[in-house]
């Protein structure tokens, strides 16, 4: 209770206890001294338990038999990136970004963090790791990688095969464990500043470290200032407009800014959709003309493509020898981050709600004296949301070793407790019970305004509203008006707050030798409590406003857990068997909310030659459900998705069996018209696909969801000829299958199974309206799926190398080639596999080549980074652009596809070291330019781009200073 109560004192406090680790660390070793003397430096070195992730067995060779990248502080410092997702997000492993900074429509506590998605899997199959414990999570099971200081960091670790029975849940796809810098001594000081060709997206980074250590204990303490201006939509070519440069004019919002409805203003004073001529009195029915395409909205105009963050960052880290062979270890760290997104004014439509929400015939603005029924987008008042979340992270622990039957063996026992405090501030969306007022009776005063209510009844506090006045038109009820904005648009706040409390204790050593070596066994216990909430503004969750309706996530849940594992030396200096072991670990974890499961690992390393290691492992996993899976809330959002009955571009246009799915009401469906076309915004066909709904979707949470279990197999070789110096090669082949796959269905997938794949099951999950055809309702909750399968390769070469006269080079090529990406909806035997490799964002390969310099005070690094061709599926707008129109696809059927070629960057950079002891680095990133292919589905983006594409290129200068 005492830490928590400090926890709530904010920055103040995380300040006090940084200075009080340092204090004790740097004190106590004198006082220390004084009692017992000084450790030798053999104790000291009997302290140090190093392990390599995937592991709790201390070993001397780094070689293991699980596959591991490591990225050194060197390559860290040597690359113009920011943050650890950034620097993370370059290996070709990783896939795209969970929620890329160009998702500018995402919503939820998610937002703004930096996650890490290794084998495309999901960034909640990612396990994430600080100095080998869990670094805390949201409700929704996501670990922030940016909270991380990079100032602090000495290497990050990547494990690249299942990690569940040595982690537990979530090392499905893999392990990150970011290893911070230890004994350091002395003082660096770092600052970055760096912005794009156009001038704009300005990123600034300022870090302050020093430490100090000696026989007794050390002291590390670490600050660090970032911060990274928005970028506008319409500042870039690719997304100034909804459906991308070769088509400007499609995709644009029928509800604009100049506000329309359906009256008498077409020839002859047909009905029509009308909108005001600019400049005319709004109160004369005559003054309104049918509105045209071009007087529709480019909601890309106000949106950002890349969002603004900023953060703060504290990190301290000490340690403390109480004795020869007993230490206290303790870090702590604060992050406080704020992101801010921009979306277009809100799209007010007056029917849309329960009560509707008219224009009042009694309005002294209505034109026609009687409830008008309008559509009027808030484009005075765009939508923005600023997300600040504030973590606080502690770890405190002991280890040591002690002698038992002539061995030594190595211990440790800790705690560590992380909070995550979130605050949502949203503006822009109208309070519905506001606009009720304003768009009700109202009247001319005699003091020459309009008031709310009538001559005999004023409605005090209320400030009318004329939705008919276009935008920049001047006049009463105008939505510029500060007091009207003030009135229609109040600030509303979300809460969350995410609690992880972790305690271990691990022991490691040796049994008994064996010919080839000793038995290595590691053993430990673990209990674990995940606590959150999230909780959507009070308006929101009574559907009193314009935002998208949410209900409160809460819940918890504790598990306790037991691991062993042991490493056994097989044969050793024998021919074709320089070496070979066995390595072998199970995890038995119990949750209190859906039970028990053990997962087991077996791994091989054989030396058949000094020259070459192969290796291999088989693990199984699991992922437990998170807070948000089993106790989230219902929420909405207006989903844009391509309708495969719609006749222009879904897959009835060519595909006889799913227009006769679509016009015969399969699976109980409301049957939609031969010609078909899916509607959007304001009720006007789609130009431009995927569409965005007229309609909120709901989504929500499943209390009898079951854990994801995996199996993953490897096999690889390393190669490192001794007659090549400073040479190897690997490679390594991988599989993983999840089992019950935990997944937040999609609106898109949903249509997709019921439609194109024929199952009927999953047609029941939502309706249509039975005279347009038109979908207006549907969930798509959380379920356990049937499975998911990827296989590929990881290929690696790194080359040093030097020249007398030229200098050191190093060289480091990696490639990641996915084999297959499989997805199968449930276990019918009749449900057809759907293959993602190549769709969208599921590149097939990547890689990445890096060719580093140094020759004294002087060094550079040109880094290409490929990513091969993509694919996806024909739309209207565009199907000029569509080159495989009579595609088959195992899945779908006929269904025409587009494709695209592959996309390479390039980034250059350039440093030397001054006689200060400091160091110059300036760079570019994306140093050609080159801008990706535009892509109509929007992969993990709000535009018709990918999300985790460079968006320009990108000039930075660095300089470190040392002390």
């Known amino acids: 209770m005492q830490f928590r109560k400090m926890l709530d004192n904010k920055l103040t406090v995380a300040v006090r206890i940084a200075l009080s680790v340092g204090t004790f660390a740097i004190v106590g070793p004198a006082l220390a001294q004084d009692a017992t003397g000084p450790a030798s430096q053999d104790n000291a070195k009997k302290l ?227 909108t005001l001529t600019h400049g005319t009195d709004p109160r004369n029915i005559a003054n309104y003309h049918p509105i045209t395409s071009a007087e529709y909205a480019n909601s890309n105009e106000q949106m950002t493509l890349q969002t603004g963050t900023e953060r703060t960052s504290l990190f ?348 015969g009401g399969f699976g109980g469906q409301t049957p939609v018209a031969a010609n078909f076309v899916q509607l959007g915004q304001a009720g006007i066909a789609c130009t431009t696909y995927p569409c965005q709904t007229n309609y909120a979707f709901t989504n929500g949470s499943n209390a009898n969801l079951t854990p994801e279990t995996a199996t993953t197999r490897t096999l690889g070789l390393i190669y490192s000829p001794h007659y090549v110096e400073g040479f190897d090669v690997s490679l390594d082949w991988y599989k993983i299958r999840i089992e019950n796959v935990i997944s937040t269905d999609s609106v898109q997938n949903i249509l997709d199974d019921c439609y194109q794949a024929g199952i009927a099951s999953r047609c029941s999950g939502f309706s249509r309206d039975a005279s347009t055809g038109v979908i207006t309702n549907m969930f798509y909750g959380l379920t356990n799926k049937g499975w998911e399968e990827t296989a590929g390769y990881d290929f690696g070469v790194n080359y040093r190398f030097s020249f007398d006269s030229i200098g050191q080079f190093a060289t480091r090529w990696n490639t990641t080639y996915v084999d297959y990406l499989n997805v199968k909806s449930d276990n019918n035997p009749s449900t057809k596999v759907q293959p993602f490799t190549g769709m969208g964002a599921n590149f097939r390969v990547r890689s990445n080549l890096t060719v580093d310099w140094t020759r004294g005070i002087f060094g550079a690094s040109w880094t290409v980074r490929y990513y091969s061709g993509m694919t996806e599926k024909c739309v209207a707008v565009a199907m000029a652009e569509c080159n495989d129109p009579n595609h088959i696809d195992p899945f779908y059927g006929v269904q025409p596809m587009r494709h695209v070629a592959s996309t390479t960057f390039n980034d250059v950079q350039f440093r030397w070291t001054l006689p200060w002891k400091g160091i110059v680095s300036v760079g570019a990133n994306n140093v050609f330019d080159k801008e990706g292919p535009i892509m109509y589905s929007k992969p993990n983006s709000s535009f018709v781009y990918y999300g985790g594409f460079d968006i320009g290129r990108f000039y930075y200068l660095k300089y470190t200073q040392r002390f």
């Open 316 to 663: 301290a880290a000490g340690k403390y020898n109480l004795s020869d062979n007993i230490a206290f270890k303790t870090d702590f760290l604060y992050n406080k981050r704020s992101t801010l997104q921009q979306i277009a004014g809100y799209p007010y439509q007056s029917s849309s709600w329960n009560p509707k929400t008219p224009l009042s015939g009694q309005s002294y603005f209505n034109p026609l004296g009687k409830d008008l029924q309008f559509a009027r987008r808030g484009w005075e008042m765009p939508r923005t949301t600023d997300s600040e979340l504030e973590t606080y992270r502690w770890t405190a622990g002991f280890e040591g070793y002690f002698e038992l039957g002539g061995r030594t063996w190595n211990w440790d026992v800790g705690a560590m407790t992380n909070r995550n405090d979130m605050t949502k501030t949203g503006h822009g969306d109208f309070s519905l019970v506001a606009a009720g007022k304003a768009l009700g009776p109202s009247f001319m005063g005699s003091d020459g305004k309009v008031h709310c209510g009538t001559a005999a009844n004023p409605i005090a506090g209320c400030v009318p509203w004329n939705p008919l006045l276009p935008y920049g038109q001047a006049g009463a009820g105008s939505l510029a008006d500060s007091d009207l904005q003030s009135f229609l648009f109040p600030e509303f706040h979300d809460l969350g707050k995410t609690t992880t409390t972790d305690y271990t204790a691990n022991i490691a050593g040796t049994l008994f030798a064996l010919p080839a070596g000793e038995i290595g066994v590691a053993a430990g216990v673990e209990h674990r409590q995940e606590d959150g909430r999230f909780v959507p503004d009070a308006f929101n969750q009574a559907g009193l406003s314009s935002g998208l309706a949410a209900t409160t996530t809460k819940g918890k849940y504790s598990v306790d857990e037991a691991y062993i594992e042991f490493d056994v030396p097989l044969l050793k200096d024998m021919t074709m068997a320089r070496e070979l072991s066995v390595d072998v670990a199970t995890r038995y974890s119990n949750y209190d909310n859906f039970g028990s499961t053990t997962n087991s690992k077996a791994s091989l390393k054989w030396k058949p030659i000094d020259d070459l290691l192969v290796r291999g492992s088989w693990a199984q996993g699991f992922r437990a459900p998170t807070i948000s899976d089993l106790y989230g809330g219902a929420g909405s959002s207006f989903e844009s998705y391509i309708d495969p009955c719609d006749t222009k571009s879904g897959a009835a246009k060519g595909n006889p069996a799913v227009a006769a799915r679509c016009t």
């Open 48 to 274: 140090e338990t190093v392990t390599v992730t995937g592991s709790r067995i201390p070993r001397v060779d780094i070689e293991t038999a699980q596959p591991v990248v490591t990225i050194d502080r060197k390559q860290i410092e040597n690359q113009g990136f920011t943050s650890v997702a950034d620097i993370l997000q370059n290996l070709t492993e990783v896939g795209t970004p969970p929620i890329s900074r160009a998702n500018a429509l995402s919503s939820g506590e998610d937002v703004g963090g930096y996650y890490i998605d290794l084998r495309n899997l999901g960034a909640n199959r990612t396990l994430i790791l600080v100095n080998g414990k869990r670094l805390g999570a949201n409700t929704s099971g996501l670990q922030d990688l940016g909270q991380i200081p990079v100032s602090t960091i000495e290497r990050i670790e990547v494990l690249k095969d299942g990690g569940s029975s040595i982690y537990g849940s979530d090392a499905i796809a893999g392990v990150v464990n970011v290893i911070t810098r230890s004994n350091f001594t002395g003082a660096e000081a770092n600052a970055y500043v760096g912005e794009y060709d156009q001038g704009d997206g300005k990123k600034q980074s300022y870090d302050f470290t020093f430490g100090t250590a000696n026989d007794r204990g050390s002291i590390m303490v670490s600050a660090q200032y970032q911060k990274e201006d928005p970028v506008w939509a319409k500042d870039r070519d690719f997304s100034a407009y909804p459906s991308g440069p070769n088509h400007p004019t499609a995709g644009w919002s029928g509800v604009s800014q100049n506000g329309s409805f359906t009256g008498p203003c077409g020839p002859g004073g047909k009905s029509a959709t009308c």
